[in-house]
């Protein structure tokens, strides 16, 4: 388990994410230039909407870190709900999901919402950005109704890191990975700006199995080149 060295106090928080989230925008990601980016953001939301399940118009549907509304945009039906700490991103998401979501500002840690309110929960690729994952994710056993489902996504820090390298030695890093707009470059290591854990997929799988049991596991894009996991899981 990797953990950053940076000490992020609870009520600095949100002014920091809030940096980062302007500074590196996670909604830009799904217009990159690059295409391997691009077709690897929708393969992610694809596999979140497939193992999310049938559901029917009056399901409650949540999604934590909601960020831009770029996975609730593609959600086909349902009562659709989400929730983000930034100011930024939350204006994003309104202006590209108008009336379709309803929009709630919070902390992950601190859901506004009772008990069993919701019957699926997504959260991607968020966790690693907080304080406490631990917290969350019994914030989301919580607001889940029994038998409810969650849809998780986290990034393998250790393949993403090793192919940056990689680019860096052939020196083409910046190039296929640079954005368009006015974002700064990408670091080698996420973990030194905006993730706050980067840990192992069976280090996240031990941490899921306090609150749930593990159904389904997706590797992003392609099995062989799994810079995502995608997990499904059943609320204990």
């Known amino acids: 388990m990797q953990i950053s060295t940076k000490k992020i106090k609870s009520e600095d928080f949100k002014a920091w994410n809030e940096r980062m989230v302007k500074?590196?925008?996670?909604?830009?990601?799904?217009?990159?230039?690059?295409?391997?980016?691009?077709?690897?953001?929708k393969k992610r939301v694809k596999a979140i909407l497939n193992l999310l399940g049938i559901y029917s118009r009056g399901d409650c549907i949540l999604e934590v870190g909601c960020g831009g509304g770029n996975i609730l945009e593609k959600a086909p039906t349902g009562k659709l709900f989400g929730v983000d700490i930034s100011d930024f991103i939350?204006?994003?998401a309104k202006e590209k999901l108008g009336k379709k979501v309803h929009l709630f500002q919070a902390n992950a840690q601190n859901l506004p919402f009772k008990d069993q309110t919701f019957k699926q929960v997504i959260c991607s690729e968020v966790?690693?950005?907080?304080?406490?994952?631990y917290l969350s994710l019994k914030e989301i056993a919580r607001i889940l109704s029994f038998?409810?489902?969650?849809?998780?996504?986290?990034?393998?820090?250790?393949?993403?890191?090793?192919?940056?390298?990689?680019l860096i030695r052939f020196g083409i890093f910046d190039w296929l990975l640079h954005r368009q707009g006015g974002?700064?470059?990408?670091?080698?290591?996420m973990?030194?700006?905006?993730?706050?854990?980067?840990?192992?997929l069976e280090e996240w799988?031990?941490?899921?199995?306090?609150?749930?049991?593990?159904?389904?596991?997706?590797?992003?894009?392609?099995?062989?080149?799994?810079?995502?996991?995608?997990?499904?899981?059943e609320k204990i």
């Open 183 to 189: 974002y700064d470059k990408m670091p080698e290591r």
């Open 90 to 92: 939350i204006m994003k």
């Open 127 to 133: 966790l690693e950005h907080l304080l406490d994952p």
């Open 23 to 41: 500074k590196y925008d996670p909604d830009a990601f799904h217009h990159h230039p690059n295409p391997l980016v691009r077709f690897t953001e």
């Open 205 to 233: 799988i031990h941490l899921f199995k306090n609150f749930f049991k593990i159904t389904h596991l997706k590797r992003i894009p392609f099995f062989w080149l799994p810079l995502r996991y995608v997990l499904r899981l």
């Open 191 to 200: 973990e030194d700006e905006w993730h706050l854990h980067a840990f192992l």
């Open 147 to 166: 038998q409810g489902i969650a849809v998780i996504s986290v990034p393998n820090e250790l393949w993403i890191n090793r192919i940056k390298r990689i």
